[in-house]
């Protein structure tokens, strides 16, 4: 099968990847974003709220969503892959 790499920017730092919905990659990065690459080597990157965060797994959710964690800041956080509006949930810590 062939193989195709993708060059992102030097900011990227991307950390976990996964298959979204959209047949676009998605990934957490090192600069407080998520980002996403279409199969035609489009890339995008979406701001998450909480400043500070380096957001570390990410998978799809059953609801069609992308879900990561955002370690330092104790929250789930989710993003719409139709717009990239991303919604933060507080995660209870002891």
Known sequence: ?????FTLD???GPFRITAGPDDAMWYTRSDNHIG???MDGTST?????SPNQEAG??????????WFTEVDADKV???DPSGG???EFP???P
């Open 91 to 93: 995660v209870p810590t």
């Open 1 to 5: 099968s062939p193989f195709t790499a």
């Open 45 to 49: 990157k979406f701001a998450i709220p």
């Open 10 to 12: 030097n900011d990227a």
């Open 77 to 79: 956080g989710r993003i």
């Open 57 to 66: 797994d990410i998978t799809v959710g059953p609801d069609g969503a992308l």
């Open 85 to 87: 509006a991303i919604t």
């Open 36 to 38: 996403r690459t279409a």
